[in-house]
């Protein structure tokens, strides 16, 4: 029996089985969360001290970031507990509930605040104070949320160019949702310092408030939108997600490459968690195979398919030919 030759891992095996890459994802998520922490009760100064509206509402931003930091820390330690009983392919999906969760902070504290503190100085103003303690808050930070978004940067890179493919295509296939939370929350980050700071100074040069509000407006539905996104992403993956058409046709390739199987009319996969996939198919073996051909080869796919893709957990062959909608047209969905 031929040994699996070593072939490149795709993007879905990301951190599967490579403590440094979890290492990495939670030393993302520490400093993150610190710098956060440390932002919000400056802005929340600088805020109140100004009488910004702008600048409260990054204050509640930064704040919704320290939330979600401590949950995405939850949820890499509660994704990789081991399987048991009760949890027989581990407990991975568990790392988006939390994720989703982290989101829905955002989503409700961050730009929920934002929008009705902007719509409540468009409506009824606010009193003016000295914008020098606002302009120092939200230079320093800028530089502390531009540290932390320079680490997340720099690992998506590296994680790009290890797995072969671009940071942007990375940041889209990816099953690690906490390090694509934590890249989109710095840039938004980012993105909302320069708002505030425009809103601010544009308030106090034409002495009408309504340019704060616009800004802290602008603010929450900057943050709507990246809750939406991670939302739609940590739902996909929390009720299973397959993988592309593209990795799917390379396991398929190698499944059929083997002695005696003809074709793989089915195949089923569902990522269970960062780094983590099952893959299942139905499998056309030649007439001639015999049952011992048949065992030999189902073993080999199953060696060959977790040696050469590090992200592959589980794989079940089904010797027959059929096209996976038996159970379909049999038990067909309510209406």
Known sequence: MTQPAPAPAHVLAKDAGDSGGESESTGTVVIAGLANLGIAIAKLVGGLISHSSAMLSEAAHSLADTITEVLLFIALKRGTKAPDARHPVGYGRETYFWALLACLATFSLGAGFSIWQGVS?????????????????????????????????????????????????????????????????????????????????????????VWDGVAAIAIGVLLLFVAGSLGRANVSLLIGQSISPRLQEELKAEIVALPQITDVPFMLTTVIGPGQLIVSAKVDFEDSATVADIERASDEAERRLVARHSGVRYVFLDPTPGDGRARAEVHPADG
Do not use: C
């Not at 939370?181 to 505030?196: C, I, K, N, Q, Y």
């Open 121 to 209: 100085t468009i409506r009824g103003g606010e009193e003016q104070g000295s914008p020098t303690i606002a302009y120092i808050v939200l230079a320093v930070s800028f530089v502390l949320e531009g540290a932390s978004w320079l680490k997340a940067v720099r690992q998506v890179r590296n994680e790009a160019h290890k797995w072969g493919t671009t940071p942007r295509r990375y940041l889209a296939e990816t099953s690690d949702t906490t390090v694509k939370a934590v890249t989109f929350e710095d840039t938004a980050a980012l993105v909302g310092l320069v708002l505030a700071a425009a809103g601010l100074g544009m308030e106090h040069l034409t002495g009408d408030p």
